[in-house]
C-alpha cells in the first residue's frame, strides 16, 4: 500500500463522518504521488501525515438570546490547519449545515489555495450553525457578540485573521470587528471585509468574483478563445455570484443564470444585475421576486430539481461559474454542461464539483480551474487589506484591481506551468495541488519538525 493509501486510510478511521474533508484530502493527496516520487524527502520528514492533520482545532459554544427572550444555543469552530507561510488566513461561515467535516475541508483547501497566492498566509477556517437568515440585526448582532467573546483569544494581526464566508458579509463583520476591538482595545487588523470607513480595502467584496472572471480568462486565452460574446451559467447569488456577474458584464458577456437556496433563475436576455443586488443585498429574498419585473425570466423551485442533481447546470452555454456551495455540480450536472457545448469551468467556491464531475471534465479536456485557484483572489486581496491595515493607508481601487489582476494571472501561470513539468500540460487541478502543497510542505522542512 502507497503511503498516500495509508494517509487516507487512516484519515477515515481517525476522522469518521467528515465525508468532505476525506473528499478534499483524496483529492489532493492523489495528484501528489509523482511529486513524492521525485521528492522523497515529502515522505521522509512525514510531511503529508503533518499536513492533513490541523495544527490546532477550536471548538466552542455560542449561547445568545433571541428577540423573544429565548437562549439559543450554536456550535462554533475554528480550525487553524497551518501557520509555516503566515498567519492563519480564511473565512467564517454561518450556515446551518456547518460542522467539523466542512470547517476541516475548508480549512485545508484553504492551505493549499493561500500557498498559490505568493503572499505571506497560512491556512485556517472558521464557523458555526448558526444561520443568520430570518433573525433580525439585534439577533445577528448578539450572536456575533457572543460569538467573537470566545474567538477573540485566538485571532490578531499577526497570528489569525478571520474573514467572511457564506453568511458572513459585511453586516457580520461589522458586529464580530466592533466586539473584538471592544474586549481587546486594540483598532488592528484582526479581520478583513471590514467597511471602508474602518480600515477595509477598496475592491475587497468583489475581489473573488472579479479573480475567478480573471482566472476564466486566462483560461480561455490559452484556447484562443475569450469571454466576451460568450454565454455563461454561474450559480449562487450571494457576493461571489454577484461580483461574478458584475465582472462578466463589463467584459462584454452575458451572464443567464444565478440560483439560491430556494431556486434557480433563468434570464436568457442576461442577468439585470440591480435587480439581482436588490433583491439579494438590499430585500434578502428569494431569486423568485426577480420575476415581478422580468416576466421573460424563468425560476425553478429546489422541488423542480432533476433528481441527479442542479438546474441551473441543465442550460447551455459555453462557460460555467459554480459560485454558491460545495457540491453543488454533480457527474450528471457535468455530463449536461458538456453536452451542451461548455468549454470552460471555473469554480467561485469552494469544492463545488464532486470529484466525479472533476473527472468528467478532465477526461473530456476542457478549461477546469479547481476552486484553490480559481476563487484565491478574496483572500489575497484580504492579505492587501492586512498590508494597507499595517500600513495605516488605503489604496486606491485601480492599485487593488491592477495587483489583483497580478495575482490571478501568477496563480494561473503557476498552476499551468507545475502540470506542464509534471507531465500533465492542461491539468490544473494536478497544477494546484502539487503548487500549493510543495510551497507549504518546504517551508515546513525548513522550519524544522513543528
Ligand atoms: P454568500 O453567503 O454571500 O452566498 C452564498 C450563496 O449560495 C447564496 O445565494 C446562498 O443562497 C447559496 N447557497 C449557500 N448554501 C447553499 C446550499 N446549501 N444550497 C443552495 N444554495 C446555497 O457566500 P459567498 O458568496 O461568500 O460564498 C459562496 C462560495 O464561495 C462558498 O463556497 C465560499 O466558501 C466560496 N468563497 C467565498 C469567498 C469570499 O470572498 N466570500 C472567497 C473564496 C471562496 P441564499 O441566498 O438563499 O442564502
Request: proline share 4%; hydrophobic share 40%.
Amino acid at each position: 500500500m502507497s503511503r498516500i493509501d495509508e494517509v487516507l486510510l487512516n484519515l477515515q478511521r481517525s476522522s469518521p463522518a467528515q465525508g468532505e474533508f476525506y473528499q478534499a484530502a483524496e483529492e489532493v493527496l492523489e495528484s501528489l504521488q509523482i511529486l513524492l516520487d521525485a521528492d522523497p524527502r515529502y515522505i521522509e520528514q512525514g510531511v503529508v501525515e503533518r499536513m492533513v492533520e490541523p495544527e490546532r482545532q477550536i471548538l466552542f459554544r455560542v449561547a445568545w438570546t433571541d428577540d423573544d427572550g429565548r437562549i439559543r444555543v450554536n456550535k462554533a469552530y475554528r480550525v487553524q490547519f497551518n501557520s509555516a507561510l503566515g498567519p492563519y488566513k480564511g473565512g467564517l461561515r454561518f450556515h446551518p449545515s456547518v460542522t467539523a467535516g466542512v470547517i476541516k475541508f475548508l480549512g485545508f483547501e484553504q492551505i493549499f489555495k493561500n500557498a498559490l497566492t505568493g503572499l505571506s498566509i497560512g491556512g485556517a477556517k472558521g464557523g458555526a450553525d448558526f444561520d443568520p437568515k430570518g433573525r433580525s440585526d439585534g439577533e445577528v448582532m448578539r450572536f456575533c457578540q457572543s460569538f467573537m467573546t470566545e474567538l477573540h483569544r485566538y485571532i490578531g494581526p499577526a497570528v489569525d485573521v478571520p474573514a467572511g464566508d457564506i453568511g458572513v458579509g459585511a453586516r457580520e463583520i461589522g458586529y464580530l470587528y466592533g466586539h473584538y476591538q471592544r474586549l481587546t482595545g486594540r483598532y488592528e487588523g484582526a479581520l478583513t471585509g471590514k467597511g471602508l470607513n474602518w480600515g477595509g480595502s477598496l475592491g475587497r467584496k468583489e475581489a473573488t468574483g472579479y479573480g475567478c472572471v480573471y482566472f476564466a480568462e486566462h483560461m480561455l486565452n490559452e484556447l484562443a478563445l475569450g469571454l466576451q460574446g460568450t454565454t455563461c451559467l454561474v450559480s449562487g447569488a450571494g457576493n461571489v455570484a454577484i461580483h461574478t456577474i458584475e465582472k462578466l458584464i463589463q467584459l462584454g458577456a452575458t451572464p443567464v443564470s444565478c440560483s439560491d437556496s430556494t431556486g434557480t433563475l433563468y434570464h436568457p436576455a442576461g442577468i439585470d444585475l440591480d435587480a439581482l443586488k436588490k433583491i439579494k443585498e438590499v430585500e434578502r429574498k428569494s431569486l423568485v421576486a426577480y420575476l415581478e419585473a422580468h416576466s421573460d425570466a424563468e425560476f425553478t423551485p429546489l422541488a423542480d430539481y432533476p433528481s441527479d442533481g442542479h438546474a441551473v447546470w441543465r442550460y447551455s452555454a459555453e462557460v460555467a461559474f459554480p459560485c454558491a456551495t460545495q457540491n453543488e455540480l454533480t457527474e450528471a450536472d457535468a455530463q449536461a454542461l458538456l453536452a451542451n457545448g461548455v468549454r470552460c469551468v471555473s469554480e467561485g467556491a469552494n469544492m463545488p464539483s464532486t470529484a466525479e464531475a472533476v473527472r468528467c471534465f478532465l477526461d473530456a479536456g476542457i478549461a477546469y480551474g479547481p476552486g484553490k485557484a480559481a476563487n484565491a483572489g478574496g483572500v489575497a486581496t484580504s492579505q492587501l487589506e492586512m498590508q494597507q491595515n499595517a500600513g495605516l493607508t488605503q489604496w486606491s481601487m485601480p492599485k487593488v484591481e491592477d495587483r489583483l489582476r497580478d495575482v490571478m494571472a501568477g496563480i494561473y501561470r503557476l498552476c499551468r506551468d507545475t502540470a506542464q513539468e509534471f507531465g500533465s500540460p492542461g491539468n490544473l487541478v494536478l497544477g494546484a495541488n502539487i503548487a500549493g502543497f510543495r510551497r507549504v510542505a518546504d517551508a515546513m522542512i525548513d522550519q524544522g519538525l513543528r
